[in-house]
């Protein structure tokens, strides 16, 4: 009954101002001095914010394989998270943790569950790390959230950060060239990474002491689980962010050398991941160049390993209806 007092014309305006109101500005990531852990006051919060930026770049010193004790061996590479969250996860485009606190729950199609920060954090330990989870209640597992929640100060709940994640890459469609990958590895990558793939230790095997260069392959890499043993992924990742140096808008490589030696390094041996089936339990969110059964679509492995993929989203689409019908839904 209110609204009918109120003049057709001012509803008009109301409702023009609503629709031309412009959406929320990103937040945009901050230069590294908002970020320094150093700044902060002695007190438990910030004892465990700089644990967790020292586990973000020194996880194998903490919890890694080759770590004194025992029952603290929880990552199953010596990696850090830093080797791909870059500059402790707040280089823009390399899958920063700025304003990640702020995004959980969230829904997740590999689980096509809502998860939690806590189980997002294990999602990596199990894969990019090859390890094993970590306890919720263990003190590392807080620093990594509480790291993240300082990192997301000033963030909104559900607000989007500019540079967070990695960017839209087009992959050329076509199979990738591992021979082409592999000259562009040895001209590009092999300086840092080594020649076999096996990066560059910081100290002797044994030590804990991780690498200044990650290897890319073997059995200290991710596993065949990882977001990063997928192909597009990867050469997103690539494109954005290697050689060293290389940063959002001024690549060293092209889109065709990304991808090419992105699946070089993808067809090296790496440690397996149990139980990859299941994954993507709603297979219609399953990504195409997830290189692990079960395929739905009828493709061979090796495109979804290779390439090229276009075809492959174009018949994935067709086949969502279906697929959601078959399931019920």
Known sequence: MLTRLIPASLLLVAGALHAQSPAPAAFQIRSAE???????????????VKYGKELTDRTFAYIGPEVK??????????LACASCHQASATKKFAMPWVGAHATFPQY?????????????????????????????????MKAFVTYMHFLSKDVPTGGKVEGQGLPPFKAPNR?????????????????????????????????ATGYTFPPLWGNDSFNNGA?????????????????????????????????????????????????TERDFPAR??????????????????????????????????????????????
């Open 34 to 48: 908002v970020y320094d852990v150093s700044r902060l006051p002695d007190d438990h919060y910030g004892r465990l």
């Open 69 to 78: 004790d025992p029952q603290m061996r929880y990552a199953g590479n010596n």
């Open 108 to 140: 997740r199609g590999r689980e096509d569950e809502v998860s939690t920060v806590e189980e997002r954090v294990n999602g990596c330990m199990e894969r990019s790390m090859a390890g094993k989870v970590l306890p919720l209640d263990s003190r590392e």
């Open 175 to 207: 199979r990738a060239d591992t021979v082409a990958g592999s000259k562009v590895y040895q001209e590009k990558c092999a300086s840092c990474h080594g020649v076999d793939g096996a990066g560059l230790r910081a100290g002797t095997p044994g030590s």
């Open 227 to 275: 977001g990063m043993s997928r192909l597009l992924f990867a050469s997103a990742f690539i494109k954005t962010n290697m050689p060293l140096g290389t940063s959002h808008g001024q690549p060293q490589l092209t889109d065709d050398e990304a991808y090419d030696v992105a699946a070089f390094m993808l067809s090296k041996p790496r440690p397996v991941k149990a139980n």
């Open 284 to 329: 219609w969110n399953k990504p195409v160049d997830a290189a692990f059964p079960p395929y739905v679509d009828g493709a061979p492995a090796d495109q979804h390993k290779y390439g090229p993929f276009e075809p492959l989203q174009e018949n994935m689409k067709k086949l969502k209806d279906s697929l959601l019908k078959a399931s019920g839904r």
